[in-house]
């Protein structure tokens, strides 16, 4: 229901946008965050977007360098990095869930499996 796409090995300092395409059934008033797996350390939360896109919210590790969108005609959400570094590389997964009134405090019921990204320096 949820599939994530765009990784892959890049080098510091480049930008990557990783994609995360949803069934329609999912994505409609749903929130999607972004959650990040590094080798050897647990699932990281990155941040989300609300359902409409109007609001997001990032944590204070990737602010400034990743930015989220949704186009919710194509059920894509969009995160995009930039000035990436080797600390960045992690399994990459979106989720979907029920905000309600924030984007810290949900419940995610839908995960994709993954996008590799790699960043060598």
């Known amino acids: 229901q949820l599939a994530e796409s765009g990784g892959g090995l890049v080098q510091a300092g480049d930008s990557l946008r990783l994609s995360c395409l949803a069934s329609a059934g999912i994505f409609t008033r749903y929130a999607v965050g972004w959650f990040r797996q590094a080798p050897g350390k647990e699932r990281e939360y990155v941040g989300a977007i609300g359902w409409s896109g109007g609001s997001t919210y990032y944590t204070d590790s990737v602010k400034g360098r990743y930015t989220f969108s949704r186009d919710n005609d194509k059920n894509t959400v969009y995160l995009e990095i930039n000035s990436l570094k080797p600390e960045d590389t992690a399994v990459y997964y979106c989720?979907?869930?029920?905000?309600?009134?924030?984007?810290?405090?949900?419940?995610?019921?839908?995960w994709g499996q993954g996008t590799q990204v790699t960043v060598s320096s």
């Open positions: 989720a979907a869930g029920v905000s309600h009134g924030n984007l810290v405090s949900i419940y995610w019921a839908h």
